[in-house]
């Protein structure tokens, strides 16, 4: 038997009254306001007013039904009223699975309802909250990208969300989202971890357990593509995104696919075929630990890019825009170039070698 969704309509969405006072009916328009599409109930009196609100993702459509007929509503306005929120996209219909990954308590179930219609695509497709739930994020570094980007995935349902760096907080690594000021002199790593864990109180927040291997790493050093150990996330089969600023631009991806992607080998690649010299002035931008920079809006831009990036990975989504590319955010516009790193004909990563090297390569 098919699982029965479990509709919810979003907390923040508009029910606004046409006419009436909605004891004696009268029209309702759920939606529409901003050039979004919404729906428009000619005759909506108390019965329907009733189902509205028990749109909150959890009862099944078979209780709905149920308790809307035992109230005298007939079960063809329910089915109609549910059907024309679904056509609209008003409606996302929650599975038993996304509602068992909730966190316990009023203050936890509150703040998934306002994340889930993100999360939850419109029909039921089975469980993507839960995957974001059981999912693990290691981010490498807690710099002025890292600790937002750690406090963004963690707020968005990522069950583990771990910040890895063994330095120690300074004052103009403060970032709204991040680290504080008063955090000056503390361990980086649990200066992100509060940030963390105050926007999201229940997330995981240790190191992974032995055995268990991170859905996605986050590299968010400035050089950090260029560090010999990023090899091994390649090896291990591990996917990672690059997420960082370098100097005053951000710069997302590429994120890193093992097996069917280009890696980080192949941008360094092409990297020093059209600059000889590459490899010398690499080995100079990692040999000494990097000062906090870029401003705080192009930190927190690459940051919720960033978690757009990650958060597509994990849903399962089409391929996101930082596979085989990325996405530099320059100051002062910060409008988004997007530039190509296929894979390189002389990198030994998995694939058949320059079978994928096509495309514009830095438009």
């Known amino acids: 038997m098919t699982e029965s969704p479990h509709p919810l309509l979003p907390p923040g969405t508009a029910v606004l009254r046409l006419g009436g006072d909605g004891r004696t009916g009268g029209a309702v ?53 549910l059907g024309g929120l679904r056509a609209a996209g008003l409606v996302h219909d929650l599975t038993a699975a996304d509602l068992l990954a909730i966190d316990p308590g009023p203050a936890a179930a509150a703040r998934a309802l306002t994340e889930l219609p993100a999360a939850v695509p419109r029909s039921a497709a089975g469980g993507r909250w839960r995957d974001r739930r059981q999912s693990a994020v290691v981010v490498d570094g807690a710099t002025r990208v890292g600790t937002p980007l750690a406090a963004v995935l963690a707020a968005s349902g990522v069950g583990r969300v771990h910040v890895r760096d063994r330095g120690s907080t300074l004052a103009a690594e403060a970032v709204v989202g991040g680290v504080a000021a008063s955090d000056e002199g503390r361990p980086r790593s649990l200066a992100a971890a509060d940030a963390v864990r105050r926007v999201s109180p229940l997330t995981e927040l240790g190191p992974l357990p032995p055995g268990r291997s991170p859905d996605v790493v986050v590299l968010c050093r400035p050089w950090a593509a260029l560090d010999p150990l990023t090899a091994a996330l390649h090896r291990d089969g591990t996917p990672h995104l690059v997420a960082t600023v370098r100097g005053e631009n951000g710069v997302v991806g590429p994120l890193v696919l093992p097996g069917s992607s280009s890696c980080l080998r192949c941008a360094d690649a092409w990297r020093r075929e059209d ?89």
Do not use: K
């Not at 078979?62 to 809307?68: A, F, K, N, T």
């Not at 401003?295 to 757009?308: E, G, H, N």
């Open 29 to 81: 328009q759920v939606g529409g306001v901003d050039g979004a599409d919404g729906v428009r109930i000619s005759s909506a009196g108390p019965g329907v007013d009733a189902l509205l609100r028990r749109l909150d993702g959890r009862r099944s459509e078979r209780q709905l039904r149920g308790e809307s007929v035992a109230e005298g509503t007939p079960a063809d306005v329910v089915d109609d009223v």
């Open 275 to 363: 600059d000889p010299a590459w490899p010398r002035l690499a080995t100079q931008l990692t040999a000494r630990e990097p000062v906090p920079s870029g401003a705080t809006v192009t930190c927190l831009l690459t940051a919720l890019t960033a978690a757009v990036q990650v958060l597509a990975h994990l849903d399962g989504d089409a391929t996101p825009a930082a596979v085989d590319a990325t996405l530099e955010f320059r100051p002062p516009g910060l409008l988004p170039r997007l530039r190509r790193w296929p894979r390189h004909p002389g990198c030994s990563c998995s694939g058949p070698a320059g079978g994928a090297a096509t495309g514009q390569r830095g438009q």
